[in-house]
């Protein structure tokens, strides 16, 4: 199931999964294009449906010191660019009713903060836009708690919903992923998509940066194909040591295409039973 019908974003195989993928946040306007650029070199070769995501600015940091933004429409700009540039969707992450309507003016997608699922002002907001709307499953709520989300957006009369599985809290300092939930959250009839590299992450910290376990990112990709996720969602980045947020857990951008032709080999597989 393909969430998007636009920007030319379509595969011939509707079993196949789509993409989510972009750097954690807008560091540069020379960033955002070397990633869309080669994000899409990649997944036209392989045939899969791309979507460019990048935050234009974060407003869930744990120090005062942390890297949250250029300004906001510096940012937006910029994500809008990547869209024309190389003819792809284009998503960031929203906080406020006030940010639905401003960033609606510039991406495709406008996408829901896991922390931030049960907003209803937010959710209404965002889907009175008419975009599509990609929500993150809080940290703390279950997988058939999503409904409720779902509703709340449906209730605007828009049907463009997407829910993303982003990792359960596991204690104080660190996530697990319950893949019994990507079913659970596909009876609501809507794409379900994994997101990889937050479902990594090793949160709250004593030093206040976030870890996380990249070198888990194969594997937990590849159990959330075999799953039957519809989308899969990889934060990407030249150089992750030097990115200005959520390093810790990023895929470096020279792995991605060797990760994704195994996870296509692996959907193949599934297909053909």
Not at 127 to 154: C, D, H, L
């Amino acid at each position: 199931m393909l969430p998007l019908n636009i920007n030319n974003l379509s595969n011939k195989n509707s079993n196949a999964f789509f993409l989510i993928a972009g750097p954690c946040v807008v560091e540069s306007e020379e960033l955002v294009m070397e990633v869309a650029g080669k994000v899409q070199e990649i997944t036209k070769s392989l045939n899969i449906p791309f979507i460019f995501k990048a935050s234009y600015k974060k407003a869930n940091r744990s120090r005062i010191d942390s890297f949250s933004g250029h300004g906001d429409e510096f940012g937006l700009k910029i994500i809008q660019k990547a869209g024309a540039v190389f003819n792809v969707p284009t998503l960031t992450d929203i906080h406020s009713p006030d940010e639905a309507i401003l960033a609606a003016k510039y991406v495709d997608v406008l996408q829901i903060p896991a922390f931030l699922c049960r907003q209803t002002e937010l959710l209404i907001a965002a889907g009175k836009t008419g975009k599509y709307i990609n929500v993150k499953k809080g940290q703390f709520v279950s997988p058939s708690s999503m409904k409720f989300a779902v509703e709340k957006i449906r209730s605007t009369g828009n049907q463009n919903i997407m829910i993303t599985e982003r990792g359960t809290t596991f204690g104080y300092t660190d996530l697990v992923v319950d893949f019994r939930g990507i079913p659970e959250m596909q009876k609501n009839n809507v794409p379900v998509i994994l997101d990889v590299t937050h479902s990594l992450q090793q949160p709250n910290q004593s030093e206040g940066v976030t870890g996380g376990l990249p070198a888990l990112i194969e594997t937990i990709a590849k159990a959330g194909i075999a799953a039957g996720v519809d989308g899969i969602f990889i934060e990407t980045h030249p150089d992750p040591s030097k990115a200005l947020s959520d390093g810790a857990n990023m895929l470096p951008l020279s792995k991605l295409k060797e990760l994704l032709e195994k996870l296509c080999r692996i959907r193949a597989a599934i297909i053909a039973e």
